[in-house]
């Protein structure tokens, strides 16, 4: 999810679940090799596990940026070929990929020759037309020869041009039976099923035949949903952490952010979501909107956020 999971956001996240595995938005190959590394590469220890997407077309390019990569700590590197975006396809990787998997298998051996940590590929069940199942079998078939031994599949297709990014992950219908076939087929490797799943109930129904779901706007727009993960999916008993409470764990990363020049906005905008649905959700939204842009906003803008919450629901409650 380019320019929302940013390490702040995941912060966020990891004080929800422990177990969870999470995702860096996808950074450009190229942007760590020949830009700032440290800026793209930097996460808080306590976001672990933790996965780097990569976005890339080129194997020498991404060895290099791997290798730079996993220096920094990085449990996986995650390739994407899954990403529709007109943006994408002009840097010759995202979804068009799914239509050269060769060179997908050129880049996924190229990485792994540098670095000991997994190597893993996110892709859609097809591209434009080549919605047949046996152009999934081919590419998972090439690439999966190549070392790759984890496929996250966003179970929609993906239309290179006509829809938007946003379109691509609702037109498109879903087809789990698609991903479903694809565990069958390919046993030895572990398959993570991705899109339109919105509640642990699904997720939890669809491990009963695949190895992994992974939870991306769910997970975004109703960020409260983290906080039953480990108890639901991973069996860790640690009580379920009110809002709240979440917030406030939070509080020396907020602190510490603030004071090393961080804008309060820029990690307030991963919460806006916590109270969806809630009694006050809306005062909540609204004083971290326009009280955390101003200069010299700190953690009193929580606090009073948290204070027009309480209110609501105590009114709510009356």
């Not at 640690?238 to 409470?245: H, I, K, N, Q, V």
């Not at 961080?262 to 969806?276: E, F, K, N, S, V």
Request: charged share 20%.
């Amino acid at each position: 999810m380019m320019d929302w999971t940013t390490s702040a956001c995941r912060v966020f996240h990891r004080r929800a679940s422990r177990h969870a595995r999470l995702y860096t938005e996808m950074i450009n190959a190229g942007a760590i090799v020949h830009g700032d590394a440290e800026r793209h590469l930097r996460f808080e220890p306590c976001e672990h596990p933790l996965a780097l997407q990569l976005g890339g077309s080129e194997p020498q390019l991404l060895a290099q940026a791997a290798a730079i990569s996993a220096g920094f700590g990085y449990d996986e590197i995650n390739l994407n070929c899954g990403c529709p975006s007109d943006r994408v396809q002009e840097g010759r990787f995202g979804a068009c990929l799914m239509l050269e998997p060769q060179r997908v298998a050129d880049g996924v051996q190229a990485m792994r020759e540098v670095c000991t940590i997994p190597v893993t590929v996110k892709c859609r069940i097809g591209v434009d037309d080549s919605e047949d199942y046996a152009f999934l079998q081919r590419f998972v078939g090439i690439v999966s020869a190549a070392g790759a031994k984890t496929f996250i599949v966003h179970a929609r297709k993906a239309w290179l041009s006509g829809l938007s990014p946003k379109q691509n992950r609702e037109v498109p219908p879903l087809s789990y039976p698609t991903v479903a076939r694809l565990k069958q087929d390919f046993p030895q490797l572990n398959i993570v099923l991705n899109g339109g799943l919105a509640t642990l109930d699904a997720c939890e129904a669809q491990l009963q035949q695949l190895d992994g779901v992974m939870l991306g706007r769910a997970a975004y727009e109703d960020p409260y949903l983290l906080t039953a993960v480990d108890a639901q999916l991973f069996g860790d008993s640690t009580p379920r952490l009110s809002r709240a409470e979440w917030l406030h764990r939070l509080r020396p990363y907020i602190e510490r952010e603030l004071a090393a020049g961080t804008p309060l906005a820029r990690i307030t905008r991963h919460m806006l979501g916590l109270y969806r649905g809630e009694a006050g959700g809306r005062a909540f939204r609204r004083v971290l909107s326009e009280q955390a842009p101003r200069a010299g906003a700190g953690w009193p803008v929580i606090e009073a956020a948290l204070a027009a919450t309480q209110s609501h629901q105590r009114a709510a409650a009356a």
